[in-house]
Structure formats: C-alpha cells, structure tokens
C-alpha cells in the first residue's frame, strides 16, 4: 500500500514545490544475469533492477553531465509502521516514510536537475524471510506514489553485489549512463543509514550495526549523508570506519 505520514518538524523539512510534475514512475524490473547460489543449492540473481530513465522527460544529451541523489532503502527513505526490523516481518511489513518530508525532497532533487536512485541490500530474499515479488511490490508501492521517475538497484544476499561493494553502482553507470558524457561525481551524493554511529549519537538510539552505506559511498567516489544530516539537517554524529 502507498506509504502513510510520519509526523516531524516542519521546520526542518524541506517544503514541496509548486511546479507540478508529469512523467510515468512506473518500473520495470529486470534481472542481472550474474546468478547466486543460497545455501540449498537454489540460484537467484545476484541483483535485481529497474531503470525509469527511458521515462525522464529532460533533455540529456552526449554533453550532459549527469547529477545522482542517491538513497538506501530501508530506514533511510522508509520504515516499519510499527518500528520492527524488517529481517523480522519482511513478508507482511507496512511500511511508511521515515520523515514525510522525504516525497518533498525528492521531487525537488528531481526538478533540480538530479536522476534519483535506490542502492538497497536485502538479504531477506536470500534468506527466504521475504521474495523478490514482495520486495517488488513494496518498492513499486511507494515509488509510484511519488510521480517522479526512479532507477532501483537491490542486491539479493551476501554475494558481490552487495554493499558496500560498489558493483551496483556499476551496472548502473554501464546500463543506463550511455546517453550522457559522464557523472558529475562532485555533485552527486549517497544517502544511507547505516554509518557506523556510535551508540547516542541521538539520544536513546543505538550504535548503527555496520559502517556499509557510508563505505559504499567512498568506493564509489561520492559524498555522503545520514538521512538524519540530510532531510533534517542535523549535526554530522561520530562514527567508526572499522564497523562493518
């Protein structure tokens, strides 16, 4: 189902703007054809995906340059309505965004001039503790109520695609790049909320459990944030490299 409203501070929330938007969201998911093996002897895809470039409607040339804004999945643009771990209730979870500020911001990245994508480890499906049509729907769910238009890459387990390995970040720069000279890498950024934080880095909050979305972001080569330093301008908080 759509995301429901998680109530924060207006005032640290980026208002939406007024220029309205017209393109298809929709995805179209495809398989990388790189498979993985579970424990039972059983392959899946080591990565799934789904590109909306063919739906931008901007003008990108051989002479653009493209701008990424992009964003892990869990606890980062979304979370459970009743806070549980997804690992503990994938298959049935609802889900909301995690500040409602976050359709704002992400229209505005897009009206901005920026191509929005989603880098996600889900090692549910590997273990069998959700599937990738679940995964699917979840995703289209909430990306279809936004009307702008997306690229979603999701790694399937504990295989090379995973992060903070940058080899999503590869397909997607070979796969759906080819129309633009290059990446503005200055520009671009990665948004993630596992940032090896040290236990209070708000208060009352735990130690984030590994370091690997702000690790991705440095073998790929681009700035990063936690949602909280990014859609509520919070102070940057310490953290660990070593967590992993």
């Known amino acids: 189902m759509p995301p429901n409203k998680d109530h924060v501070n207006p005032e640290k ?16 998911w495809r ?5 993985h093996k579970r424990s039972d002897g059983s392959e899946i895809p080591s990565c799934i995906f789904s590109s909306t470039m063919e739906n931008d409607n901007r003008n990108m ?20 309505v009743d806070g549980r771990l997804f690992d503990d209730s994938e298959s049935t979870a609802e ?16 009206k901005d001039g920026f191509t929005i994508a989603i880098f996600s480890n889900q090692p549910g499906i590997e273990k069998r503790t959700t599937t990738i049509e679940e995964v699917k729907q979840r995703i289209d769910d909430v990306i279809n109520s936004l009307g702008v238009p997306v690229n979603v890459f999701i790694s399937t387990g504990y295989n090379a695609c995973r992060k903070p390995s940058p080899d999503m970040w590869k397909i997607f720069l070979e796969h759906f790049t080819s129309s633009v000279s ?11 909320d ?11 909050k735990p130690a984030d459990f590994h370091c690997g979305d702000r690790q991705f972001a440095a073998n790929v080569g681009i700035d990063f944030h936690t949602p ?16 992993v």
């Open 228 to 243: 909280e330093e990014f859609f509520l301008q919070e102070d940057s908080a310490p953290f660990q490299w070593e967590k």
């Open 95 to 110: 889900v909301t965004w995690l500040y409602d500020c976050i359709p704002h911001k992400l229209r505005q990245l897009y």
């Open 13 to 28: 929330c980026t208002k939406d703007c007024s220029t309205e938007i017209s393109v298809d969201p929709s995805l179209k």
């Open 194 to 204: 596992s940032a090896g934080r040290l236990a209070d880095w708000s208060p009352g």
């Open 182 to 192: 290059q990446v503005d890498m200055k520009e671009s950024f990665f948004v993630g």
């Open 61 to 80: 040339t051989v002479n653009s340059s493209l701008k990424i804004a992009a964003f892990d999945w869990d606890w980062t643009l979304i979370k459970t």
């Open 31 to 35: 398989d990388f054809n790189q498979k």
